[in-house]
C-alpha cells in the first residue's frame, strides 16, 4: 500500500498479500515490540535464577564465582520486568485492577501475583538469607548512602550466631528449590498466554511453554556468561576457566535440548501441515525470513551449537584465549537468537492471519512507544540497575563471609 | 519446658509478610468497584452503562408516526423490507423536529443497491446502469412503489 | 504468672483500640468517595438481562452486498475511521477451474474493501469465469464458550445474561488479549479510547426495544435478530433456524458460535 507521508490521522495501511480480517490491517500488530520485550525479560530471570539454583540445589561447586552475580542480574532484570507491560496498556493507570479483581480463567490475570511472589518471597529473600551476614557485617562499617542501604536491608535483625547463619544457609537452600518451580511459573505462564489462544494457529499449541521456558534457561545461561565475563575484564582478573567451561556446558546441553524441542515444532507443523500451513510458509520465506532464518536459527542456534559442541569435544586442545572468545562469542549469539525468537513468536503470530488465507509485514519503528529506541532503553535499564547493584553488593572492597560461595570474580 | 522461640530473621519476614498480605486485602476491599460480582465477574453497572448511550437512528417505528400513509403503501410492494432511515439517512432529529429534513434521495443511492453485480443473488433486481438509462431514477420508477410507475 | 499491668502496657492497648475505632470510622466514608468515581448513571429503566436472550442470524443468500449495514454501525456507535469494524462485509469469489485441471473450482478470492463500506468493485474477472460469488457479513459471533470472556484479565468483558457479549469501557486496561483471542476477528482496540472494542449488538438500542442499526438498515432482511425468550408469532428468527440448514464460523475450536448462518460455502472461514 502507500508509504507516503502521512499526517497522524491516517493510517498508513500495512502491506499484505492474500486476505486478512479488516480489523487486522492495522499499521503496526497489537502486540508489538514491547510485548517481545516482555518474555525476553522474564525469561532471562528465569534463566539467571536457574543458573544460581545450579549451585544450591544440584551443589554444582564449579560454578561458585558467579552464583551472587547471578541471582543480582536475575534481580536487575525483574525490576525492569513490568515496564514494558505498563508501557504497553492502553490504560495502565489501571494496572492494579488485575489485582484487584483478577479474573481466575486468564493466564494473565496471574501476572500480579507469580511476579510478586517471585520478587518478594523467592528472589528478594534468597538474596536476603545469603547475604544477611555480610549486611550485618558491612553495616557496622560503611557509611553515607551505602551505610544506609546496607542497614536498611538487615531489617534490624543483627544476630550473627552461628545457629542463625545455620539457619540462613538452610532457607536458602529451600528457596533454591521452590524457586525452580516458581522461575517455571514466572516464564511458563507467558508462553501458556501465547499457547493458549487457539484463534491462532502460529501460537496456539501445547509446546509453546515448554520451548518458552527452554529457551528461557538457554537465554539465562548466556546472560550470566556475558555479564560474568564483562565483569572480570572491567575488573582486570582473570576468569575462573573451571566456572567458564562449566557453565559454557550447561549451555550446550541447554542449547541442545531447546534446538530439540523447537526443531520438534517445527517438523510438526511441516509434517502435519494443517490449513494455513502454506501461508506460514509464505509468512517465513518472505516476512520473518531474516528474524527466523538468520536470527534465530543460524545466530541463536547453529552457530552457538557448532561452537560449543566443538569445545565440549575439544577442551584440551584449545587454549584458554581461543576457548574464551569462543564462549563469548557463543552466549552474545544466543542472546541475539533468543530475542529473535521472541520476534518471530510474538509478530509472526499477528502477521499471521485468522483468516487463514492472509499475511501482512511489518517494519519496526525508530521512534513511539513500540519503537526499538525504546526497545534499547527499555534493554538497557536492567544492565544500568546490576551495575548499582554490583557496586552495592559485589564490591571487591568489602570482605565477604567465609561461608558463602565468594560473591564474584576473585583476583 | 522449653519456650519456643523464633528466630529473630522469621519473626521479622513473617511481620513483613503479614503487612504486606494485609495491605493488599485492606486495597482489594477499598479498590473493587461495588457493583462487581452481581451477575458475574464485571462490573454488574456495566450494563446500564452501556444501555444508557442515545440511539442514533430513530428506526422505522418512529416514522409511522407521522407517515403511516407512506409506510402502508411500501408494506405493499417490493421495497418493503427497507427501512425508512436506509435511503433517507439518520432522521432521528427530524423525528423531533419535523423542521429539520432528513437527507433526501439521489439518483446514485438507488444504484448502491441495484447495480449489477455478479456477487449479488439472482433473485435481486439489478441493472447494468450504463445500458439501463442516463436519466434520473426517478422519472421511470417511484421510490416508495418500485412497481409502479410515476 | 501474673501478667505486669503497667501504664505504658495499658496505654498502649488502649491507643490501639481506639486508633482501631477512627480507622474503621474514616474508612467506610472514604471507601465509599472511592467508589463514588465507579458509581453509574441511569438507563432504560424496567429492562431485566435475564428475561431475554438476544441473538442475531445472517442469510447470505440475501445479502446484496451494499455495505448499508457497516456505514450505520460506525454512525450509530461512533466507530473512529480507518480499520476498525464492528460488522464488516466480506465477497468470496470462486472461479470456474481452468479447462483440464481436473478441478471443480479455481483459487478463491475473497476481499473486504473498507469493512465493505461502500460497496464493492467490479470482480477482477468476467461473468462468465466465475462459479459462485456471494457476500458473508461478519460480526461477533456471540459464542457460548468466548474464548475473549475467558482470557481476560481483569473481568472486564463478559457474557451478559441476556446473550450480548459486552466490553466495559472504563474498566478495560487495553492489554489486547481478547483481542487475540477471539478467532472471528470481530475485536479491535478504539485508537481513541485505547479500550478493546467490539459488537454491542447495539446494546442502548435492544434495551429500548428498537433493532440492531445493522438489522434496521438491511435493506433484504439478510440480518434477522430476534428474542430467543420472548418470540412473537410468526417470528422471523424462529423461521430462519427452523426452515434453514444453517452453519455456523470454525466450529472445530469449540467456542460454539450462536450466530447461525444459512447459505456458507466450505471457502468462508
Redesign the interface.
Known sequence: MTTEVTNVIVEVLPRFEGYVYPNEGTAHPLWGFLIVLYPYITGLVAGAFIMASLVRVFKVKALEPVYRLSLLTALAFLLCATLPLLFHLGHPERCFEIMMTPHLTSPMAIFGFVYAWYLMAVLLLELWFDYRQDLVQWSKTATGFKGIVYRLFTVGVTDESAKAVELDMKMGRILSVVGIPSAFLLHGYVGFIFGSIKANPWWGNSIMPVIFILSAIVSGIALCVFNYMVLTWIRRHTVDMRCLDTMAMFLFYALVVDAAIEGLDWIHRVYAAEEGFSVMQTMIREKLFYTLNLGQATIGTLLPLLMLGSLQLLRKRVPELGRRRMIFASAAMVLIGVLAMRWNVVIGGQLFSKSLRGVMGYKLEFAGVEGWLMGAVLLSLPFIILTVLVKLFLSERLPSSEHTPQGGPAA | MRRFKL????L??VL?TLG?VGT?FV??????????GK?????G?????????????A???ACDECHSEILHKLAADA?K???C??CHG?SREHGENPDILPVKLTGSHCI??H?A?????AW?KQIVVRDHYSGKCVECHVPHQPNQTP | MKTPYNRRSALATLGGALAGVLTLTVARPLKAAVQKVFVSSGAPRGYDPSKHKWLMCIDTNKCIGCGLCVEACKKENGVPEGPYYRTWVERYIIPKPKPGDGQTRGETLVDCPNGGMHGFPEPPMPKSQIEHSFFVPKMCNLCEHSPCVQVCPVGATFDAPDGAVLIDPTYCIGCGFCIQACPYGCRFLNPVTKTAEKCTLCYHRITRGLKPACVEICPTQARIFGDLKNLVPDDPIQKFYEQNRVQVLKPHLGTEPRVLYAGLDKEVR
Open positions: 528466630p529473630p530473621q522469621i521479622r519476614l513483613l504486606i493488599y486495597a482489594r476491599a477499598v479498590l473493587t468497584p461495588p457493583s462487581f451477575y458475574g465477574w464485571y462490573r453497572a456495566a450494563l446500564e452503562e452501556l444501555a444508557a448511550r442515545t440511539p442514533v437512528y428506526g422505522k417505528q421495497h423490507t427497507l427501512s432511515e436506509a439518520v448502491r443497491c447495480e453485480n455478479v456477487s449479488r443473488p435481486f
